[in-house]
């Protein structure tokens, strides 16, 4: 609990790092140990992770929880379509910016995105989940698709 305490206080690469070095000891079944001294101390601190301590910290690292989740419409010009992963890229405008969104597939899908044609411009129809890092306390929307139509563009 107290590895936690220390790991929440630090974020971005630290956090990422710690939670790659659980997932490590968890998947091989092997302990860490480690050693270090401070100069205001006389003695040696030593510390070891278990896999069974491991499991825990690494679930609490990873933990998300979906804060909302809204059907919205986008038009915007397809860039990516990779049947085989079923992930899709949408460059749209927003208040004159140029803005870029990726995801993939909601369950609620009428569609797979094999009909997409990358260069195209479509609506689509997309479900915004917007999710919070527990361990972090970031926020981070996640995007599904459900449907899509081809917006025809007159010359």
């Known amino acids: 609990e107290n590895n936690l305490k220390i790991i929440k206080e630090n974020q971005g690469h630290f956090v990422s790092s710690y939670a790659n070095l659980l997932r490590f000891i968890i998947d091989s079944d092997i302990p860490i140990s480690y050693s270090w001294i401070m100069p205001s101390q006389k003695h040696v601190i030593h510390r070891s992770i278990s896999k069974l301590q ?56 009428i569609c797979t995105v094999s009909g997409i044609t990358i260069g195209k411009t479509y609506k689509l129809t997309i479900e915004e989940c917007l999710e919070m890092d527990v361990s972090t306390g970031k926020e981070k929307p996640l995007y599904y698709l459900i449907n899509y139509k081809e917006i025809i563009q007159l010359q």
């Open 54 to 109: 491991a499991i825990p910290m690494y679930d609490e690292l990873v933990r998300s929880e979906e804060l909302s989740r809204t059907v919205i419409d986008i038009v915007g010009r397809v860039f990516d379509a990779n049947e085989k992963k079923n992930t899709w890229g949408i460059e749209t405008k927003e208040e004159g910016k140029t803005v870029i969104l990726k995801g993939g597939l909601s369950e609620k899908a």
